[in-house]
């Protein structure tokens, strides 16, 4: 399977980059310069959002864009990292912790993009949240 970043310009979210707040562990390259979200020593939570889109669009992209805004303003938000081939798409977006998690899926507007997911965006989806318990990187040398 073919992927392409979030940032690729033949993705509906083009306009999207991953989220770097002031919590991030550092390295001589900005991993969000690839793509990837730099995340804190673990422990820390994922949020693997899977969805196969239906045809219908519109409304889309602008509700996508604003819920990483909304997410990236929230307590405990680490970065997301989202890519989508087709209909099928992976979001991982990355939290300090559990209550933090509970907070965002509550949000009036969060919820409000969840149903209008469930009623037109989405054929199937899948949320599967889990704890981090090591993670390392590589990045190639200029």
Not at 23 to 36: E, K, S
Not at 41 to 47: C, F, I, N, T
Request: glycine content about 8%; proline content about 6%.
């Amino acid at each position: 399977m073919r992927e392409r970043q979030i940032q690729d310009a033949d993705s509906e979210f083009s306009s999207l980059s991953p989220k770097v707040g002031d919590n991030r562990r550092g390295g001589d390259l900005d991993m969000t310069d690839a793509g990837i979200a730099r995340t804190p020593k673990s422990p820390y939570y994922a949020v693997i959002f899977t969805s196969v889109r239906t045809p219908v669009g519109e409304g889309y992209p602008e509700t996508a864009e604003r819920m990483l805004q909304l997410a990236a303003q929230q307590p405990g938000y680490l970065g997301v990292e989202s890519t989508r081939e087709g209909a099928l798409g992976i979001t991982v977006s990355y939290w300090q912790d559990l209550p933090s998690i509970k907070s965002w899926k509550a949000v009036a507007e969060h919820t409000l993009a969840q149903r209008l997911g469930r009623e037109r965006w989405y054929r199937a989806y899948k949320t599967r949240i889990c704890r981090v318990e090591d993670d390392y990187d590589f990045t190639r040398p200029a």
